[in-house]
């Protein structure tokens, strides 16, 4: 299972809106369901992203009839409202507690590097970067005059401030930026060290740094988020973090927007940083509104600008019939799967798991059950992503009888009550999921699909994700139904399945595979690799995969300027919004 920081900070995919976060690694979210979806994303290492699509909507459709607005939403002139699951308050970057705090950290922080929409890395607040022939350095150089959103200079001081923090021994964040090797790196977090060798200041717009070996990811990893050395290194003493906790509600930033005012379980208000380096935003107030309720409705009556639905011929007839939106494709680069505990003896048997993914009728809960809008998944990646394949992939087609000859030859014998024993132990699935229709319609379909194999199924569903993360982290379940944030590079797909994050596991050839796909930027060589690595986890099944979505964005006709980024959301174009 996913455990401490890294399943806290789960980017949620539930309710209404896709932004971006920024971490080296991915972390378990909601799965994205029937009514309305959240996604999150990170600014990740990709290229050759294709063109989102969603079933039943190929282009963009255009509001038939503005005066359809509902009359809150025509009042509105300078604010857009955007729901989300409420965050908790940890808004410092590399300190969240929930992917929520990621989404509103997401608005108040610039990283170095971004990616464009096809996931090519493209300058942020560095205006440019060079590396060197051997792959090993990495300069920067960071644009002129950029500021934090108090007004004080962003330098190079600052840059080399968070990657040192990020290797401090107390550091527990879902960012593991030592996993990229930075020289000297290592000695630092040990301790041996007063700062990082490998990490050069050279005038206060420049700054390298050298890593032991290539590593594809790194340019992405170090080009993050930036922490004010004024600010969050003020009171900053080698192991020792707890009095960053005491600046997460008051957070300074350098990205478009200032926190105003967070209002636990009903919103999170921003206002326009006028300090923002490509200039002060269009809008001068944003909104995440945390109050729980239905999407559709907030949409209907105007009480929020966008949302995002499965691309269900329901929902887009549904959609288009208000008149007032408009609409987009989008089929998100991450993947959907069912955790399972591997500490809990059944499920550490390969043939276990595989009886259990043939004993699914994943057709019947992901795609028929949403009128197509989704495809089945068996591999760690988005089919949008360069490294997707399904040569020599295993589709686990429903198959009862293969699932039984599987269980059989695992030792699992039907007991007198029908229910599968082995060493006195009988078969039992502990599932958790969250409080909806989706989840409803999977333990309807999984219990009578395991009551045939002889599995006996026990689900229980959480009203708040934070109950279910908890819950998880427990280690009391079998199954967890999660899906990733938006993920560029194939190593964010795969990294859970050799740092440890999926407790129980460990398959060395999945290691070797991993780090030979991290050693080279080719992209050719790098797809080689990872066809090989997804042949290995789809016979393995670390994981039960599941699906990918396919989604519909709404969003108010009169907001002009808005785009999508499959790989960063919304929060690309998000400065660039504007009411009409």
Not at 188 to 210: H, L
Not at 274 to 279: A, L
Request: proline content about 5%.
């Amino acid at each position: 299972m996913r455990t401490g920081k890294s399943i806290l900070l789960s980017l949620v995919m539930v309710g209404t809106l896709l932004v971006s976060a920024c971490s080296s690694e991915p972390a378990a979210v909601e799965p994205s369901q029937g009514n309305g979806s959240q996604v999150s994303g990170q600014n990740q290492t990709g290229a050759d992203a294709k063109t989102p699509v969603s079933a039943g909507l190929s282009e963009p459709v255009l509001a038939s009839d503005l005066s359809k607005l509902p009359g809150s939403a025509k009042e509105r002139t300078d604010t857009v409202i955007v729901g989300l699951t409420d965050p908790s308050g940890a808004f410092t970057p590399y300190f969240h507690q929930t992917g929520y705090d990621g989404n509103v950290s997401s608005l108040l922080y610039a990283s170095l590097v971004t990616v464009d929409d096809q996931g090519v890395p493209v300058p942020d607040l560095a205006e440019k970067w060079e590396v060197s022939e051997d792959q090993l350095t990495y300069t920067f150089h960071l644009r002129e005059d950029v500021k934090f959103s108090d007004g004080s200079p962003l330098t190079t001081e600052d840059v080399a401030f968070t990657w040192t923090l990020l290797h401090d021994k107390a550091y527990d964040g879902g960012t593991d930026l030592t996993s990229i090797g930075v020289k000297g790196g290592q000695d630092y977090k040990a301790g041996k060290a007063e700062s990082i060798s490998g990490i050069q200041i050279k005038d206060p717009s420049t700054i390298s740094v050298t890593l032991e070996k290539p590593n594809a990811t790194a340019l992405l990893t170090l080009g993050s988020d930036i922490l004010s050395k004024a600010y969050y290194g003020k009171d900053y003493k080698f192991g020792e973090l707890e009095y960053i906790k005491n600046l997460h509600a008051t957070p300074v930033g350098s990205g478009p927007y200032k926190l105003d005012k967070f209002i636990p379980g009903q919103e999170v208000r921003f206002v326009a940083n006028e300090h923002y380096y490509k200039g002060k935003p269009k809008l001068e107030r944003f909104i995440y509104k945390t109050t729980e309720g239905d999407t559709w409705q907030f949409i209907e009556t105007g009480e929020q600008d966008y949302g995002s639905f499965q691309a269900t011929q329901d929902n887009l007839d549904k959609l288009k019939g208000l008149g007032f939106l408009n609409l987009v494709p989008y089929t998100p680069s991450n993947y959907g799967f069912i955790q399972l505990n591997l500490e809990h003896e059944a499920l550490k048997d390969k043939k276990v798991r595989q009886a259990l993914t043939y004993g699914l009728d994943r057709q019947t809960i992901y795609v028929d059950s949403n009128q197509g809008a989704a495809t089945l998944a068996n591999i760690p990646t988005s089919p949008i992503s360069w490294s997707y394949t399904e040569e020599g992939i295993n589709p686990y087609e429903y198959n009862p009888e293969k699932a039984i000859a599987l269980l059989e030859e695992a030792g699992w014998t039907v007991g007198a009550d029908g229910i599968r024993e082995k060493d006195g132990n009988q078969l039992t699935i502990h599932f958790l999921g969250s409080k909806r229709q989706s989840t409803d319609i999977f333990i309807a379909v999984a219990r009578e699909n395991y009551a045939a194999i002889g599995v006996k199924f026990e689900p229980e569903q959480f009203a708040d994700f934070n109950s279910l993360v908890a819950k998880v982290e427990s280690g009391d379940y079998d199954f967890a139904a999660f899906s990733t944030p938006l993920l560029t590079d194939p190593a964010d797909g795969v990294v859970a399945f050799v740092n440890g994050e999926v407790k129980g596991y460990d398959n060395p050839k999945v290691k070797e595979l991993y780090a030979r796909g991290l050693e080279t930027t080719d992209i050719e060589e790098r797809k080689k690799i990872y066809h090989e690595l997804y042949q290995v986890l789809n016979d393995d099944l670390p994981y039960i995969f599941t699906s990918y979505g396919k989604s519909v964005i709404a969003y108010n006709g009169r907001l002009e300027g808005f785009k999508v980024n499959p790989f960063r959301g919304i929060a690309a174009s998000l400065p660039e919004w504007s009411l009409k």
